[in-house]
């Protein structure tokens, strides 16, 4: 670990876009890097680039999560490796079109990334941070982790179970020096929408510039938000969902269904 360093984070899906948003700027707070990605030429790109202007260290992993090998090397690699202080869940891939249209192949393989993937690097990394009372997680959900409705279905359920997953790393963690944040992005620009087949709408209005997204994720990882959703407006409406959400889940212990079940069966 260099001197100053805020120790090492490892940013999966690191060769571009997002990933390597945050890699540059984890690196101009203090973090060396191991940078994970299937592209080993565009991942040394970015590690020489952040190297020359930061002065950090950074390594590079050429693996596809998605294959069990790769898979367990990168797990290998969090557990064993003590200056691991922030874990990045950034890789994966979605898809525009509508589940019944869509190949079964490439939704398990959505899976595979989005959800296994993600699991089993954070159970990696986990317990080494709180053997040593300290670390973060920062998983990468999108908007339709809420909005199931707005783009694939299969897509739609990975990212929901990355906010879920979070928010129970962090019932579980919080007590014990973890931090994990839940990002949800919205529309970014990034290669995102060429791989799901809609380009195009990369040039929408309202799309957000993948600079602006990160940049906005980590304010919100200062400010000690689980949750933070950039392209929200209106302050206060996240808290509201989730205080609803928790009220309903307070209320849901009880050994009878409810009477308007009842009534309907007793009809």
Do not use: C
């Amino acid at each position: 670990m260099n001197a100053n360093s805020k120790g090492t984070a490892v940013i999966t899906g690191a060769s571009s876009g997002i990933g390597a948003i945050y890699a540059d700027r984890l690196a101009r707070r203090g973090y060396d890097l191991i940078l994970v990605a299937r592209n080993q030429e565009r991942l040394q790109e970015v590690a020489r680039t952040i190297t020359d202007e930061t002065g950090r260290s950074v390594n590079v992993v050429a693996a596809d999560l998605g294959a069990p090998q790769d898979l367990r090397r990168v797990e290998a690699i969090l557990r064993d490796n003590a200056s691991i202080t922030l874990l990045v869940n950034n890789a994966g891939f979605g898809s525009v079109t509508p589940l019944l249209g869509s190949d079964i192949d490439k939704m398990e393989a959505m899976i595979d990334l989005n959800v296994t993937a993600l699991t089993r690097l954070t159970y990696a990394a986990v317990p080494g941070f709180v053997a040593r009372g300290a670390g973060a997680v920062i998983n990468i959900s999108s908007i339709v982790a809420i909005g199931p409705e707005i783009l694939n279905g299969v897509y739609g359920g990975s990212k929901a179970y990355v906010l879920a997953f979070s928010q129970s790393l962090h019932h579980e963690l919080a007590d014990k020096g973890v931090r994990v944040q839940a990002v949800l992005p919205g529309g970014t620009a990034t290669e995102f929408w060429d791989i799901a087949g809609y380009g195009a709408y990369a040039e929408s209005p309202k799309v957000m510039a993948a600079t602006d997204m990160v940049d906005a994720a980590l304010a919100g990882f200062d400010l000690g938000e689980l949750v933070t959703i950039p392209p929200l407006q209106q302050d206060g409406r996240w808290e509201a969902h989730d205080a609803e959400r928790r009220a309903i889940a307070a209320d849901l212990a009880h050994a009878q269904p409810a009477p308007r079940y009842r009534a309907a069966a007793l009809a």
